[in-house]
């Protein structure tokens, strides 16, 4: 199976968006969450410990510089939470945006193309059933398209017979019998 590499890491705008959406609401959930658990358990503590080393200006600013190295670590963790929400969406957004264009061809009559998904992209097992059913609509197509060469051949048979002076009306006969037979069995499909 050959590797397919990435062109756009952005190809389902709106479903990516979200699930960045989603990842970076829980990260700045945690950190707000992180930083009132530590603020409203470690601070009063230190605070109160360091009371009795620091003046009560020089610990309001202490306190005030550590809330600020917190807002920024926040920050510089929203560029990275970005981009894993983009990579990890896309192991879902890529085999998605692929099997809706490879569906489309399918559905337009091009049943040639196989879906083949990169390593690690999630969706393989629809991926590969719909596979095995486009192997299997191939080879009834395939079918199909024997069954309408036969049922020509037998059509310009007939014909033939039919054009003949002296028909044989018992070979006329089974040319319609077979005719007749390869319509029954198309139209059972």
Do not use: C
């Amino acid at each position: 199976m050959p590797e397919h590499k990435r062109r756009r890491y952005i190809v389902k705008r709106l479903f990516q968006l979200k699930y960045i959406g989603i990842i970076l609401l829980f990260i700045l959930l945690t950190i707000f969450l992180a930083g009132a658990i530590t603020y409203y358990t470690i601070f009063p503590y230190l605070s109160e410990k360091l009371a009795n080393v620091y003046p009560q200006s020089r610990l309001i600013s202490i306190l005030a510089v550590s809330n600020l190295r917190l807002f920024y670590a926040s920050l510089a963790l929203i560029p990275i939470a970005v981009w894993i929400g983009i990579a990890l969406s896309h192991k879902i957004a890529g085999p998605l945006y692929r099997l809706e264009n490879i569906l489309l061809d399918m559905a337009r009559g091009n049943m040639a193309e196989d879906i083949r998904l990169r390593k690690g992209d999630e969706l393989k097992s629809l991926a590969d059933a719909i596979n095995k059913v486009t192997a299997s609509l191939r080879t009834d197509k395939s079918q199909d398209i024997k069954k309408l060469y036969n049922l020509q051949l037998d059509l310009s048979k007939l014909r033939e017979e039919l054009d003949r002076a002296q028909p044989d009306v018992a070979r006329a006969k089974q040319l319609m019998s077979n005719l007749q037979d390869s319509v029954n069995s198309l139209k059972s499909r």
